[in-house]
C-alpha cells in the first residue's frame, strides 16, 4: 500500500497549476486534475498509480510531498483519514480499568485525534472522508471487538468522559474570570479548597486567568479534569510547564485516580511515563501524512521498544538507530581549568530573592540546571548572558556568550532559512554544522516557513539551532525540552552534546526532563529555597553529588534500566526505593 500526502502548509506554490508537478511522470498516467486555488491550492496524487519513484517528492524543492510505503494489511484497519493525500490514522487505543493507559510517539502522528475520537468529541470516517459513515455503521464495522463495546457505551452516554487539553496556555483566550470561578463550576469529586490545595493553587485562587503562568495554568487545566465525576479521564501532556516535583505530585494524583477510574496519559516525559503508566500504546508514522498505534505494552518493554525504534512483532523499523543510555562514569577529558568563576551572587527584586553560592565552570563542562520553578533558575543564567546585572558578587563578562532564553518570541519578519544565515552564514554552510546540527534538528524541512508560523515545537527547534550556531566560549540553553515531544528532546540532547564535546565549549542547560538531562550532562548546579520568594543556587557538583541532593528534596529514586541503561524511577515505597533511601543513593545505587 502506498501513501501521498501533500503538506500544503509547506508550499510555497500558490498559483498550484500542473507545471508544479510537471516533471513527474504520474502526470502522463494518474494525476489528477489540481483543484482549484480557492478550493485548496494544492496538486492531488493519484495513490493507485503511484509507483513510489519519488521523482515528484525530489522535484518539489519546498519539501511538500511525501511518498510512503506502508504494509497492505493496514487497509483494513484505517480509522480515519482528513482528505484526499491528507493526514490518516491506523487502529485506536482502548483504555482499561484499573490501570493508567500512557500514550506514547512524536508530534503530529494522531494521538490527540485518537484520545477525541474516544472522548465522542469526533466520529471516525474509516477513511471515507467524502461520504462519513454514521456512528451506528462506525459500531458495525468494529462489532465483537473491545473497540466496539467502548465506543457504544460513549455514543450511549453510558460512559462519561473528562479530558485535559493539550494547549492550557489558550485557557485564558476560551475562559474569562478568576481561577476560582472556574473551579466552582466543576466540583463534583472533590471541593475548589481541596483540589486548590492538592495542586498548590490556593495563593492564585482569586487570581484572573490571563494573569497565570504557563505552569499554574497547566495545574489548574489538571485540578479542573480531576475535580470532574467522569467515567473516563484523559490528560494530553500534564507534564508541560511543570518542574519536576509538580510533575510527580501530578503523576501521583493520576496514578491514585486511576485505582477507581479508567485513565489515558499522552505524555513525551519518559522518566514520568515510566513512573505513571502501566500499559503503554506506542504510536508511530511520518508527522502530518499518518500514524499507527501499537498493541499496548507493559511500560518498561514500550519505552524500550520506542527507544530501540524496532517493532518485532510486526518486522517494523521505524527510527534509524536506536536511542542508547550509558551507565559509564563522568567524562574524564573534561579541562580542569576554570572557565568562568563567579562570587557568591544576590539579586533582589523585591518580592523575590536570589542567591547563588560561589562556582566555577570548567572548560569543555555542561552543566545541568535543576530545582522547582520560581528559584531563580531562570535569573541566573540571565546575569551569566549580561542581560541583567547582579546586585552583588562577580562574573567574568569578558566571554561570548551565546544564550537561548526560555521564553521565544517569533517576532523575525522572514523565513527560518532567512533567520539562521542572516547571523551565522558560515556556520550554517559547513558541513559539519550541516550533519551535526541541522540534520538530527530535522531544520531542513522548517527552512522554507515563515518564522512567525512555527509551532513552539518548530520555534523550539530553530532557536537551539541559532544558539549553537554562534561563536562562543559558553552556551546557556534555557529549558530547550519545552515543546518538543520525546523523540526530538533525545535529539536535542544528543545534538547539544556532541557539539560541546566536539568543540571543547562550555555550556549550561535549564531543564525539568531527567531524561534529557542525564544524557547531555556532566556535572549539576542545584537550586531550591522558598519557591517565589527566596531561591538558593549552588553548585556546579559531580553528577552523583548534585543528583543525590536534588532527587533527595523531590523524594524519588532512580536506577539504570538493565537492558537499555536508561533512567527509571523507582515506584513509590518499593524495595528498591526503600534500600536506596537508606543509603543515601537516590541516583542509581
Given at each position: ?122 466520529t471516525p470516517n474509516l477513511g471515507n472522508f467524502q461520504n462519513p459513515p454514521s456512528r451506528e455503521e462506525v459500531l458495525a464495522h468494529y462489532a465483537g471487538t473491545e473497540v466496539h463495546e467502548y465506543l457504544k457505551q460513549v455514543y450511549d452516554g453510558k460512559i462519561k468522559t473528562a479530558m485535559k ?425
Open positions: 500500500m502506498r501513501i501521498a500526502a501533500v503538506l500544503h502548509d509547506r508550499c510555497q506554490n500558490r498559483k498550484c497549476n500542473k507545471e508544479c508537478i510537471k516533471f513527474c511522470p504520474l502526470m502522463r498516467t494518474g494525476v489528477t486534475e489540481c483543484i482549484t486555488e480557492g478550493e485548496r491550492g494544492k496538486p492531488i496524487i493519484s495513490e493507485t498509480i503511484c509507483q513510489g519513484c519519488g521523482i515528484c517528492v525530489n522535484k518539489c524543492q519546498f519539501n511538500a510531498i511525501k511518498i510512503i510505503g506502508l504494509a497492505d494489511e493496514l487497509k483494513t484497519e484505517m480509522v480515519h483519514q482528513y482528505g484526499e493525500n491528507m493526514f490518516r490514522l491506523y487502529r485506536i487505543p482502548v483504555p482499561k480499568k484499573g490501570v493508567v493507559t500512557g500514550i506514547l510517539g512524536p508530534n503530529g502522528i494522531g494521538k490527540t485525534t485518537a484520545i477525541k475520537m474516544l472522548c465522542g468529541i469526533e487539553p493539550q494547549y492550557v496556555d489558550k485557557l485564558p483566550m476560551a475562559v474569562k474570570g478568576v481561577v476560582r470561578d472556574l473551579l466552582d463550576k466543576v466540583q463534583e469529586r472533590m471541593t475548589t479548597e481541596e483540589a486548590a490545595e492538592k495542586l498548590d493553587l490556593t495563593e492564585v485562587l482569586d487570581r484572573d486567568l490571563s494573569k497565570l503562568s504557563g505552569g499554574e495554568l497547566q495545574r489548574l487545566s489538571v485540578a479542573a479534569t480531576l475535580m470532574k465525576d467522569a467515567d473516563v479521564y484523559f490528560f494530553d501532556e500534564p507534564s508541560s510547564y511543570l518542574d519536576i516535583y509538580q510533575r510527580v505530585k501530578v503523576a501521583r494524583l493520576i496514578k491514585e485516580l486511576s485505582a477507581e477510574k479508567q485513565v489515558v496519559v499522552i505524555e513525551h516525559d519518559l522518566a514520568l511515563l515510566d513512573f505513571l503508566a502501566d500499559n503503554v500504546n506506542v504510536v508511530y508514522g511520518s508527522e502530518g501524512a499518518y500514524g499507527v498505534f501499537t498493541m499496548a505494552r507493559q511500560v518498561r518493554t514500550a519505552i524500550n521498544v520506542y527507544l530501540d525504534g524496532y517493532l518485532p512483532e510486526e518486522n517494523i523499523r521505524f527510527r534509524d538507530r536506536p536511542v542508547e543510555f550509558t551507565d559509564s562514569p563522568p567524562r574524564s577529558d573534561i579541562n580542569t581549568v576554570s572557565l568562568v568563576e563567579f562570587d557568591h551572587l544576590t539579586k533582589d527584586f523585591g518580592g523575590f530573592k536570589l542567591d547563588v553560592m560561589p562556582g566555577a565552570v570548567k572548560i569543555g563542562e555542561t552543566v545541568g540546571i535543576v530545582g522547582p520553578n520560581a528559584t531563580g533558575k531562570t535569573t541566573f543564567v540571565k546575569i551569566l548572558a549580561g542581560v541583567i546585572e547582579a546586585d552583588s558578587g562577580k562574573v567574568d563578562t569578558k566571554l561570548k556568550v551565546a544564550y537561548k532564553p526560555q521564553y521565544i518570541s517569533p517576532e523575525f519578519d522572514g523565513t527560518v532559512r532567512d533567520l539562521l544565515y542572516s547571523s551565522s552564514f558560515e556556520v550554517m554552510e559547513s558541513g559539519f554544522f550541516q550533519t551535526e546540527v541541522l540534520e538530527p534538528l530535522a531544520i531542513k524541512f522548517l527552512m522554507d516557513k515563515k518564522v512567525k508560523n512555527l509551532s513552539g515545537g518548530e520555534l523550539q527547534r530553530v532557536a537551539i539551532t541559532q544558539c549553537l550556531a554562534q561563536e562562543a566560549d559558553i552556551y546557556l540553553l534555557d529549558e530547550p525540552s519545552a515543546y518538543l515531544d520525546s523523540n526530538q528532546r533525545m535529539n536535542a540532547a544528543k545534538t547539544i552534546k556532541r557539539m560541546m564535546m566536539k568543540s571543547g565549549k562550555s555550556g549550561m542547560i535549564v531543564d525539568h526532563d531527567m531524561y534529557f538531562l542525564d544524557m547531555v550532562s556532566d556535572s549539576m548546579m542545584v537550586f531550591g529555597g522558598e519557591p517565589g520568594h527566596h531561591g538558593i543556587g549552588e553548585g556546579p557538583f559531580d553528577m552523583r553529588d548534585g543528583m543525590n541532593r536534588f532527587l533527595k528534596a523531590v523524594d524519588i529514586t532512580f536506577r539504570r534500566d538493565a537492558e537499555s541503561h536508561r533512567p527509571r524511577i523507582n515506584k513509590p515505597d518499593s524495595r528498591l526505593d526503600r534500600e536506596q533511601k537508606g543509603k543515601g543513593e537516590y541516583y542509581y545505587a
